[in-house]
């Protein structure tokens, strides 16, 4: 019953997780509770933003909490949808990272991991729960089921929506006094995050696709590939629901490629390697 409970967030987590499909990616817009207002699948749903990890479609970050709070609390779906897009995040990082997996009872891949994980994490949580005491329960639950594999994957989600290593929680019973951090961890092993915080390529390395999603724009205008000779090559492009793009390598030789992605006036490089 305290102010920073998650309690919206956890149920919104847990209704976007069950109903994810095979081919979805995390940059599309999710919806909830679309069906109340009589929306299709499509539409935008009933809270602030639709769930996405392409901060364009949704920006929350936890200082959003503060901003919102009036006296010490704010609404409670509006906490939670904060917590849930932080938890949507970490959910397409475990994905991207090792797939997914259509069985929800007895799969293996990263959605059945990201989901053990949070339910793991609500029995290791304090009585009255912060958003920093939820994260580091989440943690603490990937050092006890995974020996804290993925240490660096979690924090990475968490510090880009702005719950890093040195956001504040103060009172669990006050949402109006947290102060976000988008910092990682001092120990540089786990920064492993993506050069440009606007784009997201992976896998890397691959063999058959290779997927560049958008983070901070609308979506992916125009990618192309070469070879370390500088030779462009030619790679099918699939256009995803996200925005992103979505190259088949299928045929590329094995080898160091440079994938040079631009949407709008930012452009980057990324390495791709082909085993």
């Given at each position: 019953?305290?102010?920073?409970?998650m309690?919206e967030g956890?149920?919104?987590?847990?209704?976007?997780?069950?109903?994810?499909k095979?081919?979805?990616?995390?940059?599309?817009?999710?919806?909830?509770?679309?069906?109340?207002?009589g929306?299709?699948?499509?539409?935008?749903?009933?809270?602030?933003?639709?769930?996405?990890?392409?901060?364009s479609?949704n920006?929350?970050?936890?200082?959003?909490?503060?901003?919102?709070?009036s006296g010490?609390?704010?609404?409670?779906?509006?906490?939670?949808?904060?917590?849930?897009?932080?938890?949507?995040?970490?959910?397409?990082?475990f994905?991207?990272?090792?797939?997914?997996?259509?069985?929800?009872?007895?799969?293996?891949?990263?959605?059945?991991?990201?989901?053990?994980?949070v339910?793991?994490?609500?029995?290791?949580q304090?009585?009255?729960?912060?958003?920093?005491?939820?994260?580091?329960?989440?943690?603490?639950?990937?050092?006890?089921?995974?020996g804290?594999?993925?240490a660096?994957?979690?924090?990475?989600?968490?510090?880009r929506?702005?719950?890093?290593?040195n956001?504040?929680?103060?009172?669990?019973?006050?949402?109006?006094?947290?102060?976000?951090?988008?910092e990682?961890?001092?120990?540089?092993?786990?920064?492993?995050?993506?050069?440009?915080?606007?784009?997201?390529?992976?896998?890397?390395?691959?063999?058959?696709?290779?997927?560049?999603?958008?983070?901070?724009?609308?979506?992916?205008?125009?990618?192309?590939?070469?070879d370390?000779?500088?030779?462009?090559?030619?790679?099918?492009?699939?256009?995803?629901?996200?925005?992103?793009?979505q190259?088949n390598?299928?045929?590329?030789?094995?080898g160091?490629?440079?994938?040079?992605?631009?949407?709008?006036?930012?452009?980057?490089?990324?390495k791709?390697?082909?085993?």
């Amino acid at each position: 019953a305290n102010a920073e409970q998650m309690g919206e967030g956890w149920s919104d987590f847990v209704g976007l997780a069950f109903t994810a499909k095979k081919g979805d990616v995390g940059s599309q817009a999710r919806g909830v509770g679309n069906w109340l207002i009589g929306e299709t699948q499509t539409g935008g749903g009933i809270r602030t933003y639709p769930y996405s990890t392409n901060m364009s479609i949704n920006p929350h970050t936890y200082g959003n909490l503060a901003k919102a709070a009036s006296g010490v609390q704010t609404e409670v779906h509006y906490t939670g949808e904060i917590w849930c897009t932080m938890l949507w995040d970490m959910y397409w990082e475990f994905v991207d990272k090792y797939g997914f997996d259509e069985d929800l009872y007895n799969g293996k891949g990263g959605n059945n991991m990201a989901v053990q994980l949070v339910f793991d994490a609500m029995k290791l949580q304090p009585c009255g729960p912060g958003f920093t005491d939820a994260r580091d329960a989440i943690l603490m639950a990937d050092e006890n089921r995974n020996g804290g594999a993925n240490a660096g994957l979690i924090w990475k989600a968490f510090a880009r929506r702005g719950l890093g290593y040195n956001a504040a929680q103060g009172s669990p019973n006050n949402c109006a006094d947290g102060e976000e951090n988008f910092e990682m961890p001092p120990a540089s092993a786990m920064q492993t995050m993506v050069a440009e915080a606007w784009v997201k390529a992976y896998p890397n390395p691959a063999t058959s696709v290779f997927v560049v999603e958008p983070m901070q724009v609308a979506y992916i205008d125009a990618i192309r590939v070469l070879d370390v000779q500088g030779k462009q090559q030619s790679v099918p492009v699939m256009k995803l629901q996200g925005g992103g793009q979505q190259l088949n390598i299928a045929g590329l030789s094995s080898g160091l490629y440079w994938v040079e992605i631009q949407s709008g006036t930012q452009k980057t490089t990324v390495k791709l390697v082909k085993p």
